[in-house]
């Protein structure tokens, strides 16, 4: 049986990083937009979590955010949302101090969301939109433009 058609592609898995353990792709880009899916603080070649501390399985986590959109095309300057997962709601503001060394003004939209994980402290998924290959009239990349009327 073939695969169905789809309006978009899986991306890459970075290099290094063993396949998914479930039934998901880590990133497809759909036109101008790379939607990662949650990245958590496991490394990927150990597959250990590491010490568990929010600023240590951050900063692992937002790494690997920044490898699976490098391996589909975009940087984290590219993203354009970001959704925050946390097992402790407490850990809020450690959380930030890290997310502010990989990300800058102005900041991607965002939602942080308290949940039970399991073993880990945070997972962080994320869009991004990066420019088209193929150009409009005008110069600007196909899709949505900041001129564009939206009703």
């Known amino acids: 049986m073939s695969a169905p058609k789809r309006a978009w592609t899986p991306a890459p898995a970075p290099k290094g990083f063993p396949p998914p353990v479930g039934p998901y792709t880590p ?17 990927p070649t150990t597959g250990d979590v590491g010490h568990p501390e929010i600023a240590v399985q951050a900063r692992r986590t937002l790494y690997n955010l920044k490898s699976v959109l490098a391996a589909a095309g975009a940087t984290l300057d590219d993203v354009v949302s970001v959704t925050v997962y946390l097992s402790d709601e407490d850990n809020w503001a450690a959380f930030n101090e890290i997310y502010k060394e990989f990300f800058k003004e ?44 939206l009703y």
């Open 27 to 43: 990133a497809v880009r759909a036109g101008n937009f790379v939607f990662v899916s949650g990245q958590t603080p496991r490394d």
């Open 106 to 149: 102005p900041y991607p939209t965002r939602t942080a969301v308290g949940c039970q994980l399991r073993g880990i402290l945070v997972e962080v998924s994320a869009i991004a939109m990066v420019a088209d290959s193929t150009p409009a009239p005008g110069g600007a990349g196909k899709g949505f433009r900041p001129d564009m009327t």
